[in-house]
Each structure stands twice: as structure tokens, then as C-alpha cells.
């Protein structure tokens, strides 16, 4: 879903679109591992999502930040598609 919010956002070329998917790839299964122990653990879901996705915020907005790409405004960019995902993500659950 970031993937396509980077082509929707004017991301172009193989290696900032990469990057996209790579720090995707990194922070992604960790929030989930995240969460995962959280609901083991019995902690309230709603801060653990909150921390969580406010650390995958911070982490890819940091590598778009230093990384040289052609990534217009990254900290901007990371917290509307971690967003636009989240959104996404919320949508399916309620639908299904």
C-alpha cells in the first residue's frame, strides 16, 4: 500500500521507489511482531498501536531523511502513508 501511495505522492525511479519497499520491509513485521506481543502480554491495544506506528513513522521518515533520494518533504511523506495504510488496514477490518 506504501508502494502505491509513493507512485500516488510523485515517488519515481527503481531506487526510491525501492527504498519505499525496503524500509517497509523492515519496520513493518517488527509493528506487527509488536502488536502481536502486546495482545499476548494483555496490554491495551489502542497505545501499544499508537507507540508502534509512531516508532515506523520515526524510522522510515529517518532513512527517507537520510538517504539520498528524490523523496519530496520524507518526514511528511512517511507519516501520511504510514497513515494511508493504517487507514487501509482499518477499513478491511471493519469490512471483514
Known sequence: LEGAF????????????????????LTNPLVNMGLALGRLWGWPE???????EAAAVLAEGWCYARTENRIRH???????A???????????QMLF
Open 6 to 25: 509513493a507512485l500516488v505522492w510523485g515517488v519515481t525511479g527503481r531506487r526510491d521507489l525501492g527504498l519505499t519497499a525496503l524500509v517497509n520491509c
Open 46 to 52: 489502542a497505545p501499544v498501536v499508537l507507540a508502534l
Open 74 to 80: 520524507p518526514w511528511l511523506f512517511s507519516l501520511c
Open 82 to 92: 504510514n497513515a494511508f495504510s493504517f487507514s487501509c488496514g482499518l477499513l478491511l
